[in-house]
């Protein structure tokens, strides 16, 4: 086959776009910060490029930094091109076609803090979106006694390190490889991985010194192109698809778009089709802009202006009526295709990324549709139903909706990463809703379990109050203080809670019979509103006549109404002491010879 069979002229390469994750101050911000740096240093000028969100280190850097462990001979793909912004609520953000933009991710974990909350959820989402990554054991020149080779290959470095560095570091990345099987992943240092689609490779690395950075890009590359290749093939001429990281205001320009575009051209003057909160929004790029270089320093002119911009790439969109735009949403050149079929290939994208939402749930708000998506999964499996999700911040008519939920649970609103408007929060006490905001998606859902399993003990609890407590108690011998009006006699509790002005049953052969009403508990002589299994008390029962209705060593009960001992048998049973639930069964026990369905 000849290539211009397989391959229409404008396919070609595209970079492969790297994503970094990882948990709080593990160094994703440090990493990044390296690999744009020492590019710079290392290479010749301008041999990295600053996108949109996003840097581009072509091979021939990526190369120069990784020596002899990148031979540029041995690649075809262009470079890497690493997304801006790092941590899993960008990658979850950041999508491209339903599945996750970026094809390639970096997993840092500090080494001395091992697995930690957001690691865990950054594998997860790394898990269900099915991205290769590689793990960034980060941080290795804080190891006791390290020796600092300032940009060398890992294995250089180790070469200069003490046995007991060596060892202590060991020590660190075998337990990093420990926590990655708990999860499932098979891993082991990247050099003794021979098959990447099977078993991670774990690159120790300082974001500090540089040491291990060209391993990371080396194995990057490689990687990418070893099994990512046929993905990167693209019809670089084709209309463009790309995907929204931010929808900002810009001065002179109105709102405008940074998109990262994993496909295609976009040109200046193109029609385009984003998805916005409503409905697609089509318009025409009026300017594409790409940062100028040094701009820090020249805050007038911060863009330059560009007629294309080919995948992958990151780039600003200025255009009218992006207002309603979204983050997260896709992009599209329409090209020479018919608006309505793009149109209706965006809706598409949308309706993949919708919530399922119910009658009756907990309203949701995220910042961007990709964070939506992944509450709304991990609600899902909390089994939390939902009643609204939304992409945008918490206004007042988001508390108007949560107020309308039928259970009190649900009267809440889960916040991602977003703000709450001065006047939804007025409202939020008014309509008694609750809110939980966080930016770690499985904190605010354990949040609100939290909350829940609260609510629901005070709920029992109060139930708990009003229902009669079951108890049984023996008269002692010789403890008879007064024989009647009322009846005092010294009584040991066998199980359960005896309390005051209860009544007090005896069984006589099947039959219960009420004997009479407590009328005091005395424990040590003071007065008590009632008493725990195991503690002997007196008692004051108005009605009987010790020698008549009740002797010494009787067993008394405490008599349940069936519709209380139904309701305990049934619901409370799990939060009732154990020696109450066998007063209880006790009880069911005696009245069940007499009749088998009482209190069912
Ligand atoms: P992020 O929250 O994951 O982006 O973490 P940062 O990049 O902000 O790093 C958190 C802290 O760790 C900062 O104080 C960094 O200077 C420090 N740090 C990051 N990487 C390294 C490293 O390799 N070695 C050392 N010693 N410190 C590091």
Redesign the pocket.
């Known amino acids: 086959m000849s290539d211009t069979d397989s391959t229409s002229q404008s396919d070609t390469l595209r970079t492969p776009i790297v994503a970094v994750l990882?948990h709080?101050?593990?160094?994703?911000?440090?990493l990044l910060d390296k690999v744009r740096g020492s590019a710079v240093s290392d290479g010749e000028a301008g041999a990295i490029t600053q996108h949109i969100g996003a840097t581009a280190v072509p091979l021939e850097t990526v190369s120069q930094m990784a020596g002899a462990l990148v031979n540029p001979d041995d690649f075809d793909l262009p470079g890497l091109l690493f997304i801006d912004t790092?941590g899993h609520h960008s990658f979850s953000t950041l999508r491209s076609r339903g599945g996750a933009l970026a094809d390639i991710a970096i997993l840092?974990v500090d080494v001395n803090d091992g697995f930690q909350p957001q690691t865990e959820e950054a594998i997860d989402i790394l898990k269900r979106t099915g991205t290769p990554f590689i793990v960034a054991a980060?941080?290795v020149?804080?190891t006791p006694g390290w020796n600092p080779q300032q940009g060398e290959p890992i294995q250089k470095s180790l070469e200069k390190q003490s046995k007991r560095a060596k060892s202590k570091l060991d020590e660190s990345l075998y337990q990093l490889i420990g926590e990655l099987s708990d999860k499932g992943f098979s891993s082991d240092f990247y050099w003794r991985v021979q098959n990447f689609q099977k078993n991670i490779g774990v690159v120790p690395v300082?974001?500090?010194t540089g040491e291990g950075i060209p391993d990371l890009l080396g194995v990057l590359m490689g990687l990418s192109q070893r099994y990512m290749k046929d993905e990167m093939a693209i019809d670089v001429a084709g209309p463009g698809y790309g995907t929204v990281l931010e929808v900002k205001e810009e001065r002179g320009f109105g709102a405008t778009l940074d998109v990262v575009l994993y496909d295609g051209t976009i040109h200046a003057g193109d029609t385009i089709v984003v998805g916005g909160a409503n409905e697609p929004i089509v318009t025409e790029v009026r300017a594409l802009l790409q940062p100028r270089p040094n701009a820090e320093i020249r805050t007038e002119k911060r863009f330059d202006k560009v007629d294309e911009v080919r995948a992958a790439a990151g780039v600003k969109i200025a255009a009218p009526d992006l207002e309603g735009a979204m983050a997260g949403a896709p992009v599209r050149v329409v090209g020479d295709r018919d608006v309505d079929e793009v149109i209706r290939e965006v809706e598409a994208e949308l309706a993949d990324i919708e919530v399922t939402t119910e009658e009756e749930g907990v309203v949701v708000k995220a910042d961007t549709l990709g964070s939506l998506e992944a509450m709304a999964n991990a609600l899902q499996e909390a089994e939390v139903p939902i009643l609204r999700a939304e992409v945008g911040d918490i206004a007042p008519r988001d508390v108007a909706v949560a107020s309308t939920a039928r259970e009190p649970e649900h009267k809440v609103i889960l916040g991602f990463n977003v703000d709450v408007l001065s006047n939804a929060e007025d409202e939020l006490d008014k309509n008694d809703v609750k809110l939980f905001e966080d930016d770690v998606i499985y904190q605010l859902i354990d949040e609100y379990e939290e909350f829940v399993d609260e609510m629901k003990r005070a709920q029992q609890e109060t139930i708990l109050d009003k229902i009669v407590r079951p108890c049984r108690f023996q008269i002692l011998q010789d403890h008879t203080f007064r024989q009647s009006n009322p009846a005092v006699v010294g009584v040991e509790i066998m199980s359960g809670t005896i309390k005051n002005n209860m009544n007090v049953v005896k069984w006589e052969g099947n039959e219960p019979k009420r004997v009479g009403q407590l009328s005091g508990i005395q424990e040590n002589g003071e007065d008590v509103s009632s008493a725990r299994a195991g503690s002997r008390v007196s008692i004051a029962i108005d009605g009987p006549t010790v020698g008549r209705q009740i002797d010494e060593g009787d067993e008394l009960w405490i008599e349940l109404p069936e519709k209380h001992a139904k309701i305990l048998e049934q619901e409370l049973r799990d939060d009732i002491p154990v020696d109450e639930l066998e007063a209880l069964s006790g009880y069911l026990d005696k009245h069940r010879r007499r009749d088998p369905f009482w209190g069912k």
């Open positions: 990882g709080v101050d593990h160094g994703k911000t440090s790092p840092v980060n941080k020149d804080t300082s974001a500090l």
